[in-house]
């Protein structure tokens, strides 16, 4: 059921009602011009959700960089959340997920041949990206929906099915980070984590109760899941393996930190139960005794082969952690990737493809 998984701190929510009385006064400033936005001279598309964490950005972003990359020279723009450097950094080949972040670097690592760069000041970001890279044809703005200092050509927003924008709270009672009139500013919505069986009457549903105006386009997705591949492919002589054929004698242990690790447990869990799951936050910086931890909990799995099932997100950290060859030959992952519904994606993809080409040619010089 839509929203199922809303939890509210009602204890909390006078909180709730300052921190939102903050909002609605910024986006005042920014809607009566007092404080400024930029427009580029770039086609710029931001990605973006109201509520905090877990909605789906990166495996969406993802995708919009497989539909673009093809014919134009895309950026992607993060704010690196969780890394160690500071300011403005370009990444690439030997960047680290501790320089630039967890989600860019998966990025980067997955699509070497496209622009990644960090940078919580995303006007300075976007100039510089201009500056270094002067062929770039479109940036992707990773998590940039209340930085309403740039203007963006398109403004995509998040939204997960399993948290409900009507019955959330703003924080720190929920989890919204502006109150849900600011989609009024989304060019798309996308309603992310659907599950794969919904069925008409709550696609209308979900429909009324966003409440769109009739210039926003609305859709909505579902994760797809891959085979399981090594982090460490060099190490493994599996270079993939289907949850189908993962056999019952063999050991599983399950390590996630991510905002929401439900789904990926369900999906594996219909195919073999772990032995073992160690739930960690959000973008969890694995420690020492993290990682003594893992080892020893992963040598006491009976099976007759055992293994470390983890998520990309979570692959990005991992890669350069001091593992001993015992886990990295352990260590598998489980890809994701994003699925329009209702047979929508060639839809979303047009869209987003006239939207570039549509302002890449206002843009060139007539002759």
């Known amino acids: 059921m839509y929203g199922k998984s809303i939890k509210i701190?009602?204890?909390?929510?006078?909180?709730?009602?300052?921190?939102?009385?903050?909002?609605?006064?910024?986006?005042?400033?920014?809607?009566?011009?007092?404080?400024?936005?930029?427009?580029?001279d770039i086609p710029?598309?931001?990605?973006?959700?109201?509520?905090?964490?877990?909605?789906?950005?990166?495996?969406?972003?993802?995708?919009?960089?497989?539909?673009?990359?093809?014919?134009?020279?895309?950026?992607?723009?993060?704010?690196?959340?969780?890394?160690?450097?500071?300011?403005?950094?370009?990444a690439d080949e030997h960047s680290t997920a501790g320089e630039i972040?967890?989600?860019?670097?998966?990025?980067?690592?997955k699509f070497p041949h496209i622009t990644v760069a960090v940078d919580a000041n995303r006007r300075r970001g976007i100039k510089r990206l201009q500056e270094c890279v002067p062929?770039?044809?479109?940036?992707?703005?990773?998590?940039?929906?209340?930085?309403?200092?740039?203007?963006?050509?398109?403004?995509?927003?998040?939204?997960?099915y399993n948290r409900a924008l009507h019955l959330d709270k703003l924080l720190p009672a929920g989890r919204l980070r502006e109150s849900r009139h600011g989609l009024s500013r989304a060019d798309i919505v996308i309603v992310t984590k659907c599950p794969s069986e919904m069925k008409p009457i709550e696609y209308n549903l979900v429909s009324r109760w966003l409440h769109l105006f009739p210039y926003q386009n609305l859709y909505f997705t579902t994760l797809s899941y891959g085979h399981l591949k090594p982090?460490?492919?060099?190490?493994?002589?599996?270079?993939?393996?289907?949850?189908?054929?993962?056999?019952?004698?063999?050991?599983?242990?399950?390590?996630?930190?991510?905002?929401?690790?439900?789904p990926m447990l369900r999906h594996i869990?219909?195919?073999?139960?772990?032995?073992?799951?160690?739930?960690?936050?959000?973008?969890?910086?694995?420690?020492?005794g993290d990682l003594n931890g893992i080892s020893t909990r992963f040598r006491a799995l009976k099976g007759e082969k055992n293994y470390i099932v983890t998520t990309e997100k979570d692959a990005a950290r991992l890669y350069d952690a001091p593992l001993d060859d015992e886990i990295k030959r352990a260590?598998?992952?489980?890809?994701?990737?994003?699925r329009f519904m209702q047979h929508a994606g060639t839809s979303f993809d047009e869209k987003i493809s006239d939207t570039v080409y549509k302002n890449r040619l206002s843009k060139c010089p007539k002759k």
């Not at 972040?101 to 690592?109: A, C, N, V």
């Not at 493994?236 to 905002?259: D, H, N, Q, R």
């Not at 219909?270 to 020492?288: G, R, T």
Request: aromatic content about 12%; glycine content about 8%.
């Open 9 to 40: 701190h009602h204890c909390l929510i006078p909180l709730s009602w300052l921190y939102g009385i903050g909002t609605e006064i910024r986006n005042k400033l920014f809607d009566w011009g007092i404080l400024p936005a930029e427009e580029f």
């Open 44 to 90: 710029v598309i931001s990605v973006g959700n109201l509520a905090v964490g877990g909605t789906g950005k990166t495996p969406h972003i993802e995708y919009i960089v497989e539909l673009l990359s093809h014919k134009y020279h895309v950026a992607v723009l993060s704010r690196g959340y969780k890394r160690k450097s500071r300011g403005f950094v370009l």
């Open 331 to 338: 260590l598998y992952y489980l890809p994701i990737r994003v």
């Open 135 to 160: 062929e770039l044809d479109v940036i992707l703005l990773d998590d940039a929906f209340q930085h309403r200092y740039v203007v963006p050509l398109s403004s995509i927003v998040l939204t997960d």
């Open 269 to 288: 869990a219909q195919y073999h139960a772990p032995q073992e799951e160690l739930i960690y936050p959000d973008h969890h910086n694995f420690s020492a």
């Open 231 to 262: 982090l460490f492919p060099e190490m493994c002589t599996e270079k993939e393996i289907p949850l189908k054929g993962f056999s019952k004698k063999w050991g599983l242990m399950v390590v996630t930190g991510i905002a929401n690790p439900t």
């Open 101 to 109: 972040g967890d989600e860019p670097y998966q990025i980067k690592r």
